[in-house]
């Protein structure tokens, strides 16, 4: 399967500010380009163009460190004809848009 996927430069902006020696809120965007062409789209790899919004919080200790996390991506509507596709692969026709939501938490024990 050959998916002529071109070079992508991923940009990101996060701030963090700690609001006592253990609280940490901290914020975030980030830009995700699509690598893929029209005409290789695939139901298996559904790739687009991204923009994030992240949030969230982080509580460290000594022996434990604690952080939540959330991230919105708003996907860019995506509309393939069958001029992009071809007439051997009609696959993924169609106007497509996804978002995603990403809830995450990572505890960290030191002993």
Known sequence: MVL???NCV???????YKTSEKFA???????DPN?????TRTIL???????FV?????????NVTIDAGFEY???????????DKGIDDPGMLG??????????????FRF
């Open 4 to 6: 002529d996927w071109k």
């Open 10 to 16: 991923q940009l990101r902006f996060e701030l963090e």
């Open 25 to 31: 809120i901290r914020a975030g965007y980030y830009y």
């Open 35 to 39: 690598p893929s062409p029209k005409n």
């Open 45 to 51: 790899l559904p790739e687009m163009t991204f923009n």
């Open 54 to 62: 992240t949030f969230g919080i982080g509580y460290h200790t000594e």
């Open 73 to 83: 991506g708003m996907g860019k509507e995506l509309k393939i004809t069958s001029a």
């Open 95 to 108: 106007t497509h848009n996804l978002d995603i939501i990403v809830p995450n938490i990572a505890i960290t």
